[in-house]
């Protein structure tokens, strides 16, 4: 499987977001050696009314229950919007070995966009492959916005 599969995946569950009012972003981890979906995730911080309900850090969860421990040696991340710091820091703190990322994010981007958090002196560097399957992970991003706005002024006229 190459890292477009892996990315269709994500953006899959990143649509499943955007069907129920989340920000479409979703993830998966992939457990290398094997090339098994260990996790998964989408954006549920309206739903769960948590801040810290990002699809990385659900995928990076679910894949620590199914591994059963915290370090996620052999794993992979694919995610359709670049990490924000939170996300990035749960990255390195779980010893996820790669992250691989389609649309950049100017505003919280955490892998190179804003800053890279994986350039500090932490105990651990995670590789980073940006730009897979870009463009629809931005239009993803793009058409969820555009109609969000459109919802808001059609609620005040």
């Known amino acids: 499987m190459n890292d477009e599969y892996y990315m ?3 953006l899959q569950l990143a649509a499943k977001a955007g069907e129920i009012g989340e920000v479409p972003v979703g993830a ?3 457990k290398k050696s094997t090339g098994e979906i ?3 995730g989408y954006n549920r911080r309206e739903c769960d009314k948590s801040p810290l309900a990002h699809a990385e850090i659900i995928a990076i ?3 620590s229950r199914n591994l059963g421990g915290w370090r996620l040696i052999d794993c992979e991340l694919f995610v359709t919007l670049e990490p924000c710091p ?3 820091g749960a990255i390195i703190n779980s010893r996820v070995e790669r992250v691989i990322f389609g649309a950049e994010d100017y505003k919280a981007g955490s892998c190179g966009s804003v800053l890279n958090l994986f350039e500090y002196p932490y105990n651990h560097k995670p590789e980073v492959t940006k730009g897979v ?3 629809r992970c931005s239009e993803i991003l793009s058409e ?3 109609e969000l706005r459109l919802r808001r002024k059609n609620e005040k006229t």
Do not use: P
Request: aromatic share 10%; charged share 15%.
């Open 86 to 88: 939170m996300c990035a």
């Open 38 to 40: 260990v996790g998964e």
């Open 144 to 146: 969820f916005f555009a």
């Open 8 to 10: 269709e995946r994500a």
């Open 133 to 135: 399957l870009q463009q």
């Open 28 to 30: 998966v981890v992939v």
């Open 61 to 63: 969860s679910q894949a």
